[in-house]
């Protein structure tokens, strides 16, 4: 550890990737803090998307490609269009709604506020003197490449990943079945019959 | 690059996360806010990976699976919201206090506790259950 330390200056004197993340964690939360406290619906999709694209630059800062592109293309491409859908389904107002937050909004602040203060607190105590050794030679051989990645992902967890394909499976059939109309007959008793 | 910034900025995300569960009303607004979460997780993950440098890669593999999950759930929960608002016609968490527990004056005031079951209650379209229930989809009896 002291070896670490000395190789590394420490906090005062940054390099240009802490510098990087630091600037792309700020916009990451500000994006964030919009996202939960904006009274228009669709804007926090919009700015999730910018959230999730800074978490996903986070992790090429971090040498793991393969995981940010996967962020990319996931949380980008299909868990943001998916809920906009949902938005949509469900009627949201386009315009401001101003019953976007509940009634509890003070004691979500002095939860949240209290979390993130032990959190906080706690993990700059425990790694306060902890260095990350970025591997940034790059090529085929980098710690987060697609290569290794890979390999890792079908040499050691090949049976939790196929595991995971037939939960995939049952929550595609789970959603399609619970969302699906019913049955004309069905349908007349449901209120929807009344509109 | 010091541990202390990924570290400290997923607890951040987590924060707002949680703030965002606790404080919003509509339901497709809290799932995003799960999202955060989840995303809060995967970046200590992936960060604890990268300075463990472990042969097995065992966090970055973690965190791909915890995409996959999450994606799972962000399926399943919107059809859930999408079910609800059908059947109730909004998707405020606040409004949907069918199962909270009521006084009993309250219930004798309200007459007919409130118990619509949805589409898919459990008399899914047997034709003896037809004289339970009016065209509203409420038990009568």
Redesign the interface.
Known sequence: MNLAAAA?P??LS??G??IV??LV?LA??GS??V??TTKQ?VH??LW?VA??GG?AV??L????E??AW??VL??VG??VV??L???M??K?PIGPSP???????P???A???A??GT??TL??DA??T?????DTSGGASA??STR??GE??FR??VL??EA?SV??L???V???V??R???A??????????R | MHLAYPAVLAALLFSIGIYGVLARRNAILMLMSVELMLNAVNLNLVAFDVWLRETLHTGQALALFTIAVAAAEIGIGLAIVLLVYRSRGTSDIDRLRDLRERSEAEAEADGIPDDPDGPYGDDAGGTGSAKYTDDSGRQTA
């Not at chain 1, 902890?130 to 970025?134: A, G, H, K, R």
């Not at chain 1, 007959?185 to 009344?194: A, F, I, L, S, W």
């Open positions: 590394h420490g906090f940054p390099t990737v802490e993340f630091v964690g990451t939360l964030a803090l996202t939960v619906l926090a999709a999730l959230a999730l978490v986070e992790y800062l971090l040498t793991a393969f995981i996967v962020q996931i949380y299909s868990v998916l809920l859908f949902g938005l389904l469900t949201a019953d976007a937050d509940s009634g509890n909004r004691l979500a602040l939860v949240a506020l979390s993130a959190l906080v993990v700059v790694f306060r902890t260095w990350i050794d970025l710690e987060g290794v990645t890792s992902l050691a967890w939790p990943f995971l939960l995939l049952a929550a595609l789970g959603a399609i619970l969302s109309r019913g049955s007959p069905e349908q007349d008793r449901t209120p929807e019959g009344k």
